[in-house]
């Protein structure tokens, strides 16, 4: 359930403004094969969105959101979208995750210094370390 359940919240990250273009489905659709979840569970999801489980744990919660933000690079290249809205959603969710501010902030500050905006793993988990103890 916790695994629909972070596929459903990457999902609705993505229709939040516009619909799934291919590129985010292709994008989701391997998400979904990490996660073991079968491609018609996948598909069945796009068009009914399951309840939010919270993540217990916190390198969980960090492993979705950095999901979360190179979904969110990908939407912004494929559509141009306003920087400003994409880093308000990912702010939210992350938010929403129970991940502190500070951390949310310092990764999408730093976004920017690195190619495609896409902070590697090892900073990101660095970050959060760093605001966690």
Do not use: C, W
């Not at 912004?76 to 969710?93: H, R, T």
């Not at 902030?105 to 590697?120: A, D, G, R």
């Amino acid at each position: 359930m916790e695994k629909l359940s972070l596929l459903s919240e990457m999902i609705a990250f993505a229709q939040y403004d516009k619909d799934i273009n291919e590129i985010e489905y292709n994008f989701l659709l391997g998400v979904a094969k990490q996660l073991d979840i079968s491609r018609e569970d996948f598909e069945y999801l796009i068009n009914n969105p399951i309840s939010y489980t919270h993540l217990k744990s916190h390198s969980e919660r960090i492993v979705q959101f950095h999901r979360l933000v190179l979904l969110m690079n990908i939407e912004q290249e494929q559509q141009n979208n306003s920087p400003s809205a994409g880093v308000i959603k990912l702010y939210n969710f992350g938010l929403r995750m129970g991940l502190s501010h500070e951390s949310i902030s310092k990764v999408l500050y730093l976004m920017e210094s690195f190619p495609n905006k896409v902070v590697p793993p090892d900073v990101l988990i660095d970050i959060f370390k760093t605001q966690y103890n």
